[in-house]
Structures are given as C-alpha cells and as structure tokens.
C-alpha cells in the first residue's frame, strides 16, 4: 500500500481574451497554426525536460519503489499530484492546470515506465542513452557525448528497470548470465551488463529507435549523401544487386540498410534476421526472425545460421541480415548466389577491402572444406555493392565510399571505387570539412540496369566536380 502525501490544494483561474484586448491575436491560417502549434508544443516539451529530471530524482527519494511496480496509474498519480504541484510552486515554474495536469501524468508514466530514464526515451534529440552504473547516465546528442544529471536511487533500482526491460522479450540477465542483447518496446536496441562482468556495477547501453523511418532522401538532407550517389544506390537496389554495408559501431549501418530497403518493390517477400529485431522495414510482406540465447538449462539456443538455412525455405526474394558475424557469413554468401539476388547485410569493418577479409574469415569459421580462392571467388560472384559508412571525429555520420565488387583477377577480389567522401579540413571546433565526388568509373551494372528502364544522370560520375 503506498503512503499518502497530503498538501494543500491550489486553484487556477483561466480568465478568456477578447478581441480588441491586449492579448488578442486574429487568426492566422489553419497550416500556419498547426505548424506554429507544434513548434511550440516541442518547445515547451524541451524546457520541461530538465524540469522532469529533477522532479524525478526528487520523487524516487520518496516512494518505496518496489511498492510502485504493482501501483496503478490511478494511485500514482493521486499520491504524486500535490507533490509536483509543491515542487513546481517552490520552483516558480509558470504552469496552468492542464500543464499541471498534464506534467504530473507524463510523470506517473515514468515512474510506471523505465524510470528515470523515460524523459530521454522521449526526447527525439537524443540518439543514444549511457547508464555507467546508477550513479552517472551519459547521452548522446548530435554525434556529441555529454553528462546528465539523471540517477538512480541505487543499485537495486537500476536491476529492476534492467529486469523490466529483460523479461519483457522473455530473457534473463544474472550472474549466470550476464550479459544480454534486448530491445525496447519501440524497437530501441538495448546491451546491458551486470556483476560479476561489469565490476562497479550494472552497464546499460541504449540506442533508441527513430519514431520517423529514414530514406536516403533524409539523409541527404543531413548532410551524409549526395544525389548522384543516392540514385547510385536506388538503381543497384532495383536491379537486385546484392548490398554489403560496411562501418563501425555507431556509423550507421541499420539506418542505411533501413533507407535501402525503402527501393525494394512491394511484390516481394523479405525475410529479415537479426540478434535484437530493428529493422524497420516499410513493405507489407516482411518475416521478421530474431534469435535466441540459450535458457537457464543451457538450451533453446536459436543462432543466426540456423535462422538463415530457415529463411531459405520460406520461400523469400530477398533476406536482409541485420549484422554477419560468425559462420552465418556462410549460408547468407549461398543464399545470395542462389536466386536471392539483391540480399542485403552488414558488418563490422573500417574500409571495403577490411570487410571483405572479414568475410573471409567468417566462411571460415563455418568449418567447410574450401580453399582461400574458393572462399573468395563465393564472394566476388555474391556481392556486388560495398557502402562503407563512417562516424567522423566531429559526430558527423557519412557514406564515405561506394565500391563496386567487379569479380577476381587471379586469387585476389577486384574492386573499383565509385564514390568517396574526401576531407579537406579541420574547423577551430573540430568540424570536419569535406566534399563528395565521383572517381570516374562508371557500375559495370549500368547496361543492366539501362534494360530495365533505370538511367544515371549524365554527368553523375564526372570527378571534376564536387557532388
């Protein structure tokens, strides 16, 4: 049963304006208003947020939160409601009642929610959400790495948010198990380490999902592609060329595999598979497949190779794997040789040629007798686009490169760089200045392409000038 705080009650008094008074304003027009109104609302969104971190912190001093996770929204909110009304008082935020109303609401969901955490799940400008223990939570914000002021009231409580968050997609995270890949109700990609692994206790890594899904049209709007390269990748998509995304942590890989799949047409079946389900893909016939850890008896365990031989017999025109890792490089190789043309994955590496030795390496690990030229002759003929990606100095994130896999030259996998990012300076802040532009060649796909109706503009590989 939760404890009762009495306070007193306060009345605010809405008093109507008048035309001819001081505050009228005539209207304006209905689009003007509406983007107006939600220019406002986001503003009034972002000044509140500090706001909503330090009522928090306060409130978490004050509840048995235990108690709290069996609540009803109904009993928080009549236990909460004089207390932000106190605490916005000794604050002398100006609020009506239906602010009021409204604040102590979105609070009650916090508190029922991921606690103190959920203002920064709602905040759209945050990419990224650090938990280094419960003492000190960190973000990321356009590319830049800061300190907030959020906490948690100790350990214990940061375990139960942890938990909530595990068991809701039926995993677990213990001493047995002490590490775990999860995600968020909305698709937010979730890590989190705990004792004995993460020695000052637990670690949460959170990296939030767009509420808006990316297009390369998008991006180019932020500044991490050009239109010649942006038709490049249209056109190699449409002509079921098979995509390998290349790129560190944080660079960009599943947004640009999400913007590419916006090409493919809405007559074909995908299948996707991934560790922790992200993708966002936007056509009506997609089967999602995720994997498994093993349960506490050490069964159960679903790996990515298992899903992929599974995928091929679900009769899919394409497969999108989220991230290769291991020896599922293998059977995703086979797949795109087979009449999955135009699959699409990614991995971890810093530059094409670094991915395409990653490759290798994993086709290795699935133990098959093959020698070197053959491991790497599967890979000229299955992949045809290499989209390096890259998270710059400055936070920027860019298509640094666009290769064209052209086939082998002896024992070696040949290659020709279509599209590079070429830095040219340093601002005093750390900016990094560059420019796009093309090398010259042309896609050997570009005659293939033209069949089905698909062009390059004219001068869209001219390297003289700047993209």
């Given amino acids: 049963m939760l404890g009762r705080f009495t306070k007193g009650t306060a009345t605010v008094r809405i008093e109507p304006v008048l035309a001819g008074s001081p505050g009228f304003k005539p ?252 993708l966002q893909l936007q056509q009506p016939h997609v089967g999602r497949l995720e994997t498994r850890p093993p349960n506490v008896e050490g069964r159960g365990e679903v790996r990515q190779r298992e899903l992929v031989k599974n995928a091929l017999r679900m009769r899919p025109d394409r497969i999108i794997v989220g991230e290769v890792r291991g020896e599922e490089a293998f059977d995703m190789l086979q797949a795109m040789n087979t009449g999955h043309e135009g699959s699409m994955t990614s991995i971890h590496a810093n530059t094409p040629r670094d991915a395409i030795s990653r490759l290798e390496q994993m086709i290795g690990m699935a133990g098959m007798p093959m020698t070197a030229e053959s491991i790497r002759s599967q890979i000229a003929s299955a992949i045809d686009i290499i989209v390096q990606t890259q998270r710059l100095s400055d936070g920027g994130r860019r298509v640094v490169s666009i290769s064209e896999v052209t086939g082998m030259e002896g024992t070696v996998i040949q290659m020709q760089e279509i599209y590079q990012f070429v830095r040219r300076d340093v601002t005093a802040d750390g900016t990094i200045i560059g420019e796009f532009r093309a090398t010259g060649m042309r896609p050997r796909f570009a005659g293939e392409a033209a069949t089905l109706g698909l062009h390059f503009a004219k001068d869209a590989f001219n390297p003289q000038t700047a993209l």
């Fill in 27 to 278: 209207a304006a027009p209905a689009d003007v208003q509406a983007k107006s109104a939600l220019a406002e609302s986001q503003k009034a969104a972002d000044d509140l947020l500090p706001l909503k971190v330090d009522l928090h912190r306060h409130l978490i001093d004050r509840f048995n939160l235990a108690t709290l996770e069996s609540a009803s929204k109904d009993d928080i909110l009549s236990d909460i409601r004089p207390i932000v009304r106190d605490f916005v008082r000794a604050r002398n935020v100006p609020l009506n009642a239906r602010e009021l109303d409204q604040l102590t609401s979105d609070t009650a969901d916090e508190m029922l929610g991921l606690g103190p955490i959920e203002p920064l799940l709602k905040d759209d400008t945050v990419n990224d959400i650090l938990i280094n223990t419960h003492e000190r939570v960190f973000i990321e914000r356009r590319g830049v790495i800061e300190e907030t002021g959020i906490r948690f009231r100790d350990e214990a409580h940061l375990l139960r948010i942890v938990n909530k968050i595990v068991s809701a997609i039926g995993r677990r995270v213990d001493e047995s198990a002490p590490m775990v890949d999860a995600r968020l109700s909305d698709g937010s990609r979730v890590n989190i380490a705990v004792r004995p692994i993460s020695v000052d206790g637990p670690l949460v890594s959170i990296r939030k999902f767009s509420k808006k899904p990316y297009s390369l049209e998008r991006l180019m709007e932020m500044g991490s592609i050009r239109q010649p390269m942006v038709d490049l990748l249209r056109i190699a998509v449409q002509s079921r060329k098979s995509i390998l995304v290349s790129g560190g942590t944080g660079s960009g890989k599943t947004t640009l595999l999400n913007a590419l799949s916006n090409y493919i047409s809405f007559r074909e079946r995908l299948i996707t598979i991934e560790d922790a389900a992200e």
